[in-house]
């Protein structure tokens, strides 16, 4: 494969002067006329049955057109909201509809709409809808959950128990037994609120007549809201379209068909009418799904030397009100929690249960930044338990370069990677030895410095079809189709649609790299159901890795054929014909050469084809790699914990990266940016926290910390290049690679700062408070 | 009962009669239909509304509609000229400064205050005198080279135009 000046050139994006200059197309901005506002009234109770819902007073109110409630439309839905496999076919959970019927289960699940002719209308009106709830005891704990006293959320499933699985490989007993060193451990995933900026937005427009549907919708998804609305509302696929404009971030929390949408949907249906929900901060924060909530217990065999031999891992996992429709996607966290290591043994449990609280979900990284947590933090706890030091116990236990492709214990095959190159180079960037030496130093003078590594590797680019469908209950594959012009300007359609990630500039530079032609002759298309055959969509960091590689293939596709049509046009052998930079010329007389401009005008004068040739010049791809990527990389932490407040600082954060070919560098390093911020806002910052009623303590960003500028250092960032050799780019995803990596990367920094006083774990967040109290614990001695 | 305002939104005079209860946000969007102001939160935290009012960066959130009344207001969209970005602007766009692009306008404008009350902040003033502006995207690391490289070329252009504004830090 050719590496031309367009792989790896950090081009401008072009979707920025829109975005810059406030000319973007989010939701909310595109105009619509006549439009009805939704309002939806959402349970206040954690968990209740609803005695009635007195609608009379709110349908009084200015502007009011209508108001359903879950009776109301019961009929409307063909089928409750889906859930997939991911990863435990054995789990048992209850049917979820847009409105709630009999019972609520969590703060903010929706019980009624309002329609009006205005916002506040709408919101006034709603404002008067009396619901009257009858309490239930709500339930708020993880293990509490499963209690002998623990109130019952599903009737149908007799219990709040979703599944209890167990994944094992290897003789557990037998490395029990040769263990040197036997470490217990609990690890807290804390709940997360993934709060991209753009809330949820959703403008659906069904023509009565015509029986079409169309939806605008702030979602990563829209290829799969298509299939879902189709089927839940009981409309041809072939009405149903759904747009995703610009997208004001994702994050995992707009990979669902919701409610909202549905119910959209249904009220414009109803009244013949565009109906347009704006979800605003405070609902989102409890109504669109949160991330990880998980507790990981652990206990580690190893050896003296660091010598890792097996691990029982139990991963309780807390779904919340409902199983969300990729709910038990975290469960991917047990299945590769072996990390970069070597490993004899691994027993793994995953717990799931219900609690009346937000239903959660995939969140940045989904069960790898839980894994990648897991197994971290287990290399830090031998270290600090054998007194090898922490970069030895992970060099000792690397999978080396020459066992690759190495299949893991539970059976997943990595497809490249060196992972001492970036550990090494990381190492070498914050003078790794330099820093011990000056911790040494700077302990005896009371300041705890800390220093957490993370030599993370993950699995991404979602999927190969065969495994993803058999794991997950979906086929992956990335799509694309190529079209040049009249002109010989190129439109690429691609099955994935970005939210900040840049697709439009850098697959435009994967397609024209193939062309030849320049990069703003290159169109990309995306995010609109009725423009392409199929799309997998976005999530899993799996955009560069499928479906570039689809533009990609389809481009070479195009390519042939231009090639074909030149051999044509210059009455030669098509072996004799070359084509370069744009140009398709008999080999050694470049002087006379089509260009592709000229073969993209033949191919569609039918006249000028070769006998037989179709007309046109495109190409179609559905990309089915053989495996997935597993980039990988090593990130140090640097802190330094204030002795009296427990404050924690980021001195410096050096990453080190390997996603294999980078074909926007600049790009891959925004990402890596937000990622790692993302991170590092779980390790110091951010958790939602209930109260024992349900009730969602931290639901505005007043009381839920987001990491402004302030809070954060500067990265410094370096990669190696290891192309995946499951792709023809030899692109590994990196989406949420920063995220992976940096939470265990900080964590491992404090415990390191604080290990003077015998501090072995900190829960996350990281606060102040928690560090201070860690310090005081033995009464405030110091070393 | 609604009232009379008269609210001068990128140069242009508009008058209305809205709400009391109206929020400025809702006002540029609905009323004087620019769109480029964002809402991202109901708490003033997020800072996507970010806007000038009468020389002022204010979270148009934060305010109503007529507490506006007989105000000069510049939105995002008043500050490229035609096609030519104002630097911030191209700042934001040279150094990958945005992504998702829901929190920029708010972010430029928040941007543009400061480099007017300081020409030449530090990594540190970039950092702190963003404060009040969420981005889940960019970790802030290439805002703040933005911000830097801005504050580079708008400082060179003023030194061209007149020593005395680059004291002032105008644009």
Same mark, same amino acid.
């Given at each position: 494969?050719?590496?031309?000046?367009?792989?790896?050139?950090?081009?401008?994006?072009?979707?920025?002067?829109?975005?810059?200059?406030?000319?973007?197309?989010?939701?909310?901005?595109?105009?619509?006329?006549?439009?009805?506002? !939704?309002?939806?009234?959402?349970?206040?109770?954690?968990?209740?049955?609803?005695?009635?819902?007195?609608?009379?007073?709110?349908?009084?109110?200015?502007?009011?057109?209508?108001?359903?409630?879950?009776?109301?439309?019961?009929?409307?839905?063909?089928?409750?909201?889906?859930?997939?496999?991911?990863?435990?076919? +054995?789990?048992?959970?209850?049917?979820?509809?847009?409105?709630?019927?009999?019972?609520?289960?969590?703060?903010?699940? =929706?019980?009624?709409?309002?329609?009006?002719?205005?916002?506040?209308?709408?919101?006034?009106?709603?404002?008067?809808?009396?619901?009257?709830?009858?309490?239930?005891?709500?339930?708020?704990?993880?293990?509490?959950?499963?209690?002998?006293?623990?109130?019952?959320?599903?009737?149908?499933?007799?219990?709040? #128990?979703?599944?209890?699985?167990?994944?094992?490989?290897?003789?557990?007993?037998?490395?029990?037994?040769?263990?040197?060193?036997?470490?217990?451990?609990?690890?807290?995933?804390?709940?997360?609120?993934?709060?991209?900026?753009?809330?949820?937005?959703?403008?659906?427009?069904?023509?009565?007549?015509?029986?079409?549907?169309?939806?605008?919708?702030?979602?990563?998804?829209?290829?799969?809201?298509?299939?879902? /609305?189709?089927?839940?509302?009981?409309?041809?696929?072939?009405?149903?379209?759904?747009?995703?404009?610009?997208?004001?971030?994702?994050?995992?929390?707009?990979?669902?068909?919701?409610?909202?949408?549905? /119910?959209?949907?249904?009220?414009?249906?109803?009244?013949?009418?565009?109906?347009?929900?704006?979800?605003?901060?405070?609902?989102? $924060?409890?109504?669109?799904?949160?991330?990880?909530?998980?507790?990981?217990?652990?206990?580690?065999?190893?050896?003296?030397?660091?010598?890792?031999?097996?691990?029982?891992?139990?991963?309780?996992?807390?779904?919340?009100?409902?199983?969300?429709?990729?709910?038990?996607?975290?469960? /991917?966290?047990?299945?590769?929690?072996?990390? =970069?290591?070597?490993?004899?043994?691994?027993?793994?449990?995953?717990?799931?249960?219900?609690?009346?609280?937000?239903?959660?979900?995939?969140?940045?990284?989904?069960?790898?930044?839980?894994?990648?947590?897991?197994?971290?933090?287990?290399?830090? #706890?031998?270290?600090?338990?054998?007194?090898?030091?922490?970069?030895?116990?992970?060099?000792?236990?690397?999978?080396?370069?020459?066992?690759?492709?190495?299949?893991?214990?539970?059976?997943?095959?990595?497809?490249?990677?060196?992972?001492?190159?970036?550990?090494?180079?990381?190492?070498?960037?914050?003078?790794?030895?330099?820093?011990?030496?000056? &911790?040494?130093?700077?302990?005896?003078?009371?300041?705890?410095?800390?220093?957490? #590594?993370?030599?993370?590797?993950?699995?991404?680019?979602?999927?190969?079809?065969?495994?993803?469908?058999?794991?997950?209950?979906?086929?992956?594959?990335?799509?694309?189709?190529?079209?040049?012009?009249?002109?010989?300007?190129?439109?690429?359609?691609?099955?994935?649609?970005?939210?900040?990630?840049?697709?439009?500039?850098?697959?435009?530079?994967?397609?024209?790299?193939?062309?030849?032609?320049?990069?703003?002759?290159?169109?990309?298309?995306?995010?609109?159901?009725?423009?392409?055959?199929?799309?997998?969509?976005?999530?899993?960091?799996?955009?560069?890795?499928?479906?570039?590689?689809?533009?990609?293939?389809?481009?070479?596709?195009?390519?042939?054929?231009?090639?074909?049509?030149?051999?044509?046009?210059?009455?030669?052998?098509?072996?004799?014909?070359?084509?370069?930079?744009?140009?398709?010329?008999?080999?050694?007389?470049?002087?006379?050469?089509?260009?592709?401009?000229?073969?993209?005008?033949?191919?569609?004068?039918?006249?000028?084809?070769?006998?037989?040739?179709?007309?046109?010049?495109?190409?179609?791809?559905?990309?089915?790699?053989?495996?997935?990527?597993?980039?990988?990389?090593?990130?140090?932490?640097?802190?330094?914990?204030?002795?009296?407040?427990?404050?924690?600082?980021?001195?410096?954060?050096?990453?080190?990266?390997?996603?294999?070919?980078?074909?926007?560098? !600049?790009?891959?390093?925004?990402?890596?940016?937000?990622?790692?911020?993302?991170?590092?806002?779980?390790?110091?910052?951010? +958790?939602?926290?209930?109260?024992?009623?349900?009730?969602?303590?931290?639901?505005?960003?007043?009381?839920? $910390?987001?990491?402004?500028?302030?809070?954060?250092?500067?990265?410094?960032?370096?990669?190696?290049?290891? =192309?995946?050799?499951?792709?023809?780019?030899?692109?590994?995803?990196?989406?949420?690679?920063?995220?992976?990596?940096?939470?265990?990367?900080?964590?491992?920094?404090?415990?390191?700062?604080?290990?003077?006083?015998?501090?072995?774990?900190?829960? $996350?967040?990281?606060?102040?408070?928690?560090?201070?109290?860690?310090?005081?614990?033995?009464?405030?001695?110091?070393? | 009962?609604?009232?009379?305002?008269?609210?001068?939104?990128?140069?242009?005079?508009? +008058?209305?009669?809205?709400?009391?209860? #109206?929020?400025?946000?809702?006002?540029?969007?609905?009323?004087?239909?620019?769109?480029?102001?964002?809402?991202?939160?109901?708490?003033?935290?997020?800072?996507?509304?970010?806007?000038?009012?009468?020389?002022?960066?204010?979270?148009?959130?934060?305010?109503?509609?007529?507490?506006?009344?007989?105000?000069?207001?510049?939105?995002?969209?008043?500050?490229?000229?035609?096609?030519?970005?104002?630097?911030?602007?191209?700042?934001?766009?040279?150094?990958?400064?945005?992504?998702?692009?829901?929190?920029?306008?708010?972010?430029?404008?928040?941007?543009? &205050?400061?480099?007017?009350?300081?020409?030449?902040?530090?990594?540190?003033?970039?950092?702190?005198?963003? +404060?009040?502006?969420?981005?889940?995207?960019?970790?802030?690391?290439?805002?703040?080279?933005?911000?830097?490289?801005?504050?580079?070329?708008?400082?060179?252009?003023?030194?061209?135009?007149?020593?005395?504004?680059?004291?002032?830090?105008?644009?």
């Amino acid at each position: 494969m050719a590496i031309s000046q367009l792989i790896g050139a950090s081009i401008k994006r072009r979707e920025d002067p829109e975005l810059v200059t406030g000319s973007g197309s989010f939701v909310d901005d595109l105009a619509q006329t006549a439009v009805v506002h !939704m309002y939806v009234v959402r349970s206040t109770q954690a968990h209740a049955r609803i005695a009635g819902i007195d609608t009379t007073r709110a349908r009084e109110a200015d502007g009011v057109l209508a108001i359903f409630t879950g009776k109301d439309l019961a009929a409307d839905f063909q089928a409750p909201l889906p859930v997939t496999v991911c990863f435990v076919p +054995e789990k048992k959970y209850p049917p979820q509809y847009p409105l709630a019927t009999d019972k609520v289960r969590y703060v903010g699940e =929706p019980v009624a709409i309002v329609l009006a002719s205005s916002r506040t209308a709408a919101e006034d009106a709603a404002e008067r809808l009396d619901v009257r709830y009858e309490r239930l005891s709500p339930v708020v704990d993880i293990e509490g959950a499963i209690g002998k006293d623990a109130a019952i959320l599903h009737d149908d499933v007799g219990s709040n #128990l979703s599944f209890d699985v167990k994944r094992a490989a290897g003789d557990i007993e037998a490395a029990f037994a040769e263990a040197e060193v036997r470490i217990s451990q609990r690890l807290q995933q804390q709940r997360l609120i993934p709060v991209a900026i753009e809330g949820r937005a959703v403008v659906a427009d069904f023509k009565t007549f015509a029986n079409t549907l169309t939806v605008w919708s702030s979602t990563q998804i829209p290829h799969f809201v298509k299939v879902w /609305l189709a089927v839940i509302l009981g409309i041809p696929e072939t009405q149903v379209r759904v747009v995703a404009p610009d997208v004001g971030g994702g994050f995992g929390s707009k990979i669902h068909v919701y409610p909202e949408e549905i /119910l959209a949907a249904v009220a414009s249906r109803r009244l013949g009418r565009p109906v347009k929900w704006i979800e605003e901060r405070a609902e989102n $924060m409890r109504a669109t799904t949160h991330g990880r909530s998980q507790i990981w217990d652990v206990e580690i065999a190893a050896k003296r030397d660091g010598t890792l031999l097996g691990l029982r891992v139990t991963q309780w996992l807390d779904l919340g009100a409902y199983c969300s429709q990729f709910g038990t996607f975290q469960v /991917l966290g047990l299945l590769v929690a072996q990390g =970069p290591y070597h490993l004899k043994a691994f027993e793994g449990r995953a717990i799931g249960v219900f609690t009346n609280r937000t239903p959660t979900d995939a969140y940045r990284g989904a069960g790898r930044p839980e894994a990648t947590y897991l197994i971290e933090r287990v290399i830090d #706890l031998v270290a600090q338990e054998t007194g090898v030091d922490p970069v030895a116990v992970r060099r000792l236990n690397f999978v080396r370069k020459e066992e690759q492709p190495f299949t893991s214990l539970l059976g997943l095959t990595y497809d490249s990677g060196d992972y001492t190159i970036t550990l090494d180079k990381a190492l070498q960037m914050v003078d790794y030895d330099g820093l011990r030496r000056e &911790q040494a130093e700077k302990r005896k003078q009371g300041i705890y410095l800390g220093i957490g #590594l993370c030599t993370y590797l993950e699995i991404c680019g979602l999927g190969p079809a065969a495994p993803t469908q058999a794991a997950t209950g979906v086929s992956l594959w990335g799509m694309s189709v190529v079209r040049l012009h009249f002109t010989g300007k190129a439109t690429a359609i691609i099955g994935s649609s970005p939210h900040g990630q840049g697709h439009e500039t850098t697959f435009a530079q994967v397609v024209a790299n193939v062309l030849g032609i320049p990069v703003g002759d290159v169109d990309i298309v995306h995010g609109d159901t009725a423009i392409g055959p199929m799309g997998m969509d976005t999530y899993g960091s799996r955009s560069t890795a499928l479906d570039a590689n689809a533009a990609h293939i389809s481009a070479t596709r195009v390519r042939d054929k231009a090639k074909k049509i030149a051999a044509h046009l210059l009455e030669a052998a098509e072996d004799d014909v070359v084509y370069e930079n744009g140009k398709a010329f008999v080999k050694g007389a470049p002087s006379k050469a089509f260009t592709i401009q000229e073969i993209a005008m033949a191919a569609f004068q039918t006249n000028r084809l070769p006998k037989g040739m179709e007309g046109g010049l495109e190409a179609t791809t559905f990309f089915d790699p053989e495996n997935f990527v597993w980039p990988f990389g090593a990130h140090v932490c640097v802190v330094e914990v204030d002795g009296d407040t427990g404050a924690v600082r980021i001195r410096r954060y050096v990453a080190v990266d390997d996603c294999g070919t980078r074909i926007n560098p !600049m790009v891959v390093d925004g990402q890596l940016h937000g990622g790692i911020a993302q991170g590092i806002g779980q390790a110091l910052y951010e +958790e939602a926290v209930y109260d024992d009623e349900g009730q969602l303590k931290t639901g505005t960003l007043v009381d839920y $910390m987001i990491a402004s500028a302030p809070d954060l250092p500067s990265f410094e960032l370096e990669a190696t290049i290891t =192309p995946s050799p499951v792709n023809p780019l030899g692109v590994k995803g990196i989406g949420e690679a920063g995220t992976i990596a940096s939470t265990p990367a900080v964590i491992n920094a404090i415990v390191d700062a604080l290990h003077p006083f015998g501090v072995k774990d900190v829960d $996350m967040p990281a606060s102040p408070e928690k560090v201070w109290r860690l310090m005081h614990k033995n009464g405030g001695s110091r070393p | 009962m609604r009232q009379k305002v008269a609210i001068t939104v990128n140069g242009t005079r508009f +008058e209305h009669e809205v709400e009391p209860r #109206l929020l400025l946000v809702y006002y540029l969007r609905e009323y004087a239909g620019l769109t480029g102001t964002h809402v991202g939160c109901d708490t003033s935290n997020c800072g996507a509304c970010t806007v000038d009012l009468d020389g002022h960066s204010v979270k148009a959130c934060t305010l109503l509609a007529v507490q506006a009344d007989g105000a000069q207001v510049t939105t995002i969209e008043g500050l490229a000229k035609g096609t030519e970005l104002h630097p911030l602007q191209q700042a934001f766009w040279d150094e990958h400064g945005l992504q998702c692009g829901y929190c920029t306008p708010g972010m430029i404008m928040a941007a543009r &205050q400061l480099l007017q009350r300081n020409a030449n902040p530090t990594e540190a003033e970039i950092r702190s005198g963003l +404060e009040g502006n969420l981005c889940r995207c960019t970790g802030y690391h290439n805002i703040v080279k933005a911000v830097q490289a801005a504050a580079k070329t708008m400082g060179a252009a003023a030194d061209r135009e007149s020593p005395a504004a680059v004291r002032a830090g105008g644009h």
